[in-house]
């Protein structure tokens, strides 16, 4: 049934018709309609960020977290500017946002009045500026509907003046759920099927979208099926338990130990993720002649994108997994899986105990090393905790002494822009209050976005930001080397003498953040690391633990 209304009530009626609980945002004059309106909907709880970056950082982790479309509202052109590199990254990793802002009135077309549709339309689904109040719930109905669908992604709806001050009869229907659980081509399983029966040495190398598709438990029983070596691409969801006795860890062609590794595979079988898809140039095409790629995706356009592949398969994770479980226990010879699966277990143990060798000559150095640091963390957090991982250079310490089982133990920042950590981290937070949820997070990432540590204490998102503080955008220093060495083949890389990427000027996160009303400690010895995430646990208060560490290039 219609009612009469403005259009300014009919996007907060389409907010609670759409289930929404948060605004994510920073506002501006142009938006005041809509925040004048918000003592009305007490359902609605604005958390006000004071830079963009921030706003969408907590869409993002909080739509991740929760499986749902999140709301983003910003200001006009400028703040919808600030917000467009973790839109980019929102875009390019399938995040569900609907994200808005507020334009002039529609007659000042030949003054000011910002395209601001045109503007963000490189980093959405979709873009649309609206200047009547009666298109207001259509459209709206509309976006969380294309943000929900795959390919996932942010979806923008600018609102003129005109169209939040109009008054017209609107129809308050929310979007419904789009069932897009592709299915398999049989052909396709079937081709899988025979080229991995046939395999001699194949892995799994999975992504993302097999968490997104809830799969890993088909993951899992596909690779001990076959006894597969598994990798994770990239990994900012947990798509395989890294504790698994068959779980290699993160694949990167960035590190030659994994491209040299890539080459004793002759069978890759790629879940849910873009193939090979990296930040340098290692050539058209990565694997040999003799190599065959499987490639399982739910987005099309995605599966043979980027490298030649032999059977490629466009179909929902879960389900393209489960048709190769249907038919690939007749075709395998257990003898081979046993030896190939002893083989892994193997080669598993072995890389762990090179790591810890490798870290074990600094583990009593100060500044601490990463290691250590990570190591003294994962011992100190509470069980039930939510990590959220945007420790850049240090991920791979990281990720090795936090275990993760469940797609919501660890959440990465999975974007190329850095800055995402502390608004993911109070996303987090508001999709799980009842769980401990920690941000381990760069000094540089948390310089990017720090005007967040106001937002945790204004709004009393209570959790806990720890700090990888080695005084220097490490991660620039690391992928330098790289470049020089493996692109450039210099024989002397100087990466770590990288001009403007030592912080000279030393900042104080633990300073800044007390300033801000957090509790907060700077902590230089390992030993002190458990009893510091216990004050800060005990505190009940947002805190942050600037924990100083060796930023040395190995």
């Known amino acids: 049934m219609s009612e009469k209304m403005t259009g300014k009530k009919a996007v907060l009626e389409m907010l609670l018709a759409e289930g929404v609980e948060y605004i994510f945002g920073n506002p501006g004059t142009s938006e005041g309609p809509l925040v004048d309106m918000l003592d009305d909907y007490p359902e609605l709880k604005y958390i006000m960020s004071l830079q963009e970056s921030v706003a969408v950082g907590m869409a993002e982790a909080y739509a991740r977290s929760k499986k749902t479309t999140a709301f983003v509202s910003l200001h006009v052109d400028s703040g919808l ?17 609907v994200v808005t802002s507020a334009n002039y009135d529609a007659r000042k077309i030949n003054e000011t009045k910002t395209d601001l549709a045109e503007l963000v339309k490189p980093v959405t689904k979709w873009a649309v500026e609206l200047n009547l109040p009666d298109q207001i719930p259509s459209v709206m109905r509309r976006a969380f509907n294309e943000a929900n669908s795959h390919p996932k992604g942010p979806v923008y709806v600018g609102f003129t003046a005109n169209a939040l001050e109009g008054i017209a009869e609107m ?81 990167s062609l960035r590190a030659q130990k994994s491209r040299d590794l890539l080459k004793e595979f002759d069978v890759v079988l790629s879940v849910g993720m873009d193939a090979f898809d990296e930040l340098f140039y290692w050539g058209d095409v990565i694997l040999s002649d003799t190599q065959k790629l499987i490639h399982i995706d739910p987005i099309p356009g995605r599966v043979g994108r980027s490298e030649p592949t032999d059977v490629g398969i466009i179909s929902n994770c879960k389900t393209g997994l489960r048709a190769l479980l249907t038919e ?76 993760a089982s ?145 930023g040395e290039i190995q």
């Open 81 to 97: 500017a600030n917000g467009i590199a973790l839109m980019l990254d929102a875009l390019n990793t399938g995040t569900p946002m």
């Open 328 to 403: 690939l226990p007749q075709k395998i010879d257990e003898k081979l899986v046993n030896a190939r699966k002893t083989q892994v277990l193997k080669d598993v143990k072995s890389s762990r105990s090179i790591y810890e060798s490798s870290v074990g000559a600094k583990w009593d150095s100060i500044p601490m090393s990463p290691a250590r640091m990570m190591f003294e963390l994962a011992k100190a957090i509470p069980e039930n905790s939510i990590i959220i991982d945007d420790s850049l250079s240090n991920r791979a310490a990281m990720r090795y002494y936090f275990p």
């Open 406 to 550: 469940q797609r919501d133990d660890l959440r990465g920042v999975r974007g190329q822009s850095i800055g995402g950590g502390i608004g993911a981290t109070m996303g987090a937070k508001c999709a799980f209050p009842d769980r401990p949820v920690f941000g381990i997070i760069g000094d540089g990432s948390a310089m990017m976005t720090v005007q967040g540590l106001w937002t945790a204490v204004n709004d009393d998102i209570p959790c806990i930001f720890v700090i990888c503080n080695n005084g220097m955008y490490r991660i620039l220093k690391v992928n330098f080397n790289i470049y020089q060495k493996e692109i450039l083949h210099e024989l002397e890389p100087s990466g770590e003498n990288l001009l403007y990427s030592n912080f000279d000027a030393p900042f104080n996160l633990a300073t800044i953040a007390e300033g801000m009303g957090l509790y907060s400690e700077r902590v230089s010895d390992p030993n002190e690391i458990t009893h510091a995430v216990n004050r800060a646990l005990q505190s009940g208060k947002p805190s942050l633990l600037d924990i100083v560490i060796d």
């Open 171 to 251: 129809n308050i229907v929310p979007s419904t759920k789009i069932h897009s659980d592709v299915l398999p081509n049989p052909e396709g399983i079937s081709e899988a099927v025979e080229l991995l029966s046939q395999a001699k040495n194949p892995v799994l190398m999975v992504g993302d979208r097999v968490s997104d598709d809830v799969a890993v438990e088909e993951a899992i029983e596909v690779a001990e099926l076959l006894g597969m070596a598994v990798f994770q691409s990239r990994g900012a969801e947990v798509s395989f338990p890294t504790s698994h006795p068959q779980y290699y860890g993160i694949h």
